[in-house]
């Protein structure tokens, strides 16, 4: 009898402590008591009545990864592409996951591909693979949506890879290639027009300066020949002032000598005879040299005496 107890005794220590369960951080637990939903065990110590209640399901409430297949879908204008998603999710309650869908992932992963579907099939090919912000942003509202009766948030959504088919992916680099050549060609007739630019400015330069260059000699020249006009005409003003000074200085000679008119009368000779030099036709004899002859006898008497 005593042993029975202790094995009895025993029996129920080793039940306790199976039924006992720890559950740690970021983790949640289903419970059903008798088939039905009974409670969510969250952090920490709980007892299961045994036989009675029962773990349903044990959920992780960190976000999750899901990275799904590459799926075939077709844009707006006939290209059939692969395309795969990245779903990040979170768990937000252990009921509604546990009760809400059979195969949450798999029903996640179903609902990823036909809204995918759906999206590109209003894009045609150069939208579909410039506008991926775009995709991921409605991708992530439908599926959000969609699971949050299943206790699902979906946080991110991402196109990891857009694999279009081969021919068009020697199309497209067929394009790049032809698109490249355009900006070098661009960027060659570009330098080339500078450097015509640069020496054109050049040539335009240099003709200025040429231009200034010329213009400087001839005012240099004409100042120069000005110059010497001026020292011409004055040189000639001076030789005119000069003789016009003998004459003065002769004539003030003669008026001291006190010169008679026959001495006078000499000088008007010697005054024609300097016109009359062998060139002239015609000479024109002032009617007072008429006496010439007179004159000169006169003379020969003075030098006589």
Do not use: C
């Not at 395309?83 to 990823?112: M, R, W």
């Not at 279009?164 to 199309?171: D, M, Q, R, V």
């Amino acid at each position: 009898m005593h042993y029975a107890v202790i094995v009895l005794v025993v029996l129920i220590v080793l039940l306790i402590i199976a039924n006992v369960r720890i559950v740690s951080q970021s983790n949640a637990q289903v419970v059903e008591r008798l088939g039905a939903y009974s409670a969510t065990w969250n952090v920490g110590l709980h007892i299961k009545l045994p036989f009675i209640e029962r773990v349903i399901n044990r959920v992780i409430l960190k976000e999750q990864v899901a990275d799904f297949d590459p799926q075939p879908v077709i844009t707006k204008d006939n290209v059939t592409m692969m395309i795969d998603t990245v779903v990040y999710f979170q768990i937000t309650d252990p009921k509604l996951y546990t009760y809400g869908v059979v195969n949450p992932i798999s029903a996640i992963e179903n609902l990823a591909t036909t809204t995918l579907r759906n999206i590109i099939g209003e894009l045609e090919l150069d939208e579909t693979l410039t506008s991926r912000d775009m995709i991921n942003s409605r991708m992530r509202s439908v599926l959000d949506e969609a699971t949050d009766p299943w206790g699902i948030k979906v946080n991110r959504v991402e196109v990891k890879n857009i694999t279009p088919p081969k021919s068009i992916l020697e199309a497209m680099e067929k394009q790049m290639r032809a698109e490249r050549e355009r900006r070098e060609a661009i960027l060659r007739a570009e330098g080339e027009k500078q450097s015509a630019i640069l020496v054109a400015e050049g040539q335009k330069a240099s003709a200025i300066l040429k231009a200034e260059a010329d213009k400087a000699a001839v005012i240099l020249q004409a100042e120069a020949a000005k110059e010497a006009a001026i020292r011409e005409a004055e040189g000639e003003a001076q030789a005119i002032l000069s003789v016009q000074k003998a004459t003065a200085e002769g004539l003030s000679m003669l008026k001291g000598v006190a010169a008679d008119e026959a001495l006078i009368r000499l000088k008007s000779l010697e005054a024609l005879q300097k016109v009359a030099d062998g060139k002239a036709t015609k000479i024109i004899i002032p009617s007072d040299i008429q006496n010439l002859a007179g004159l000169v006898t006169g003379i020969k008497e003075i030098i006589k005496e």
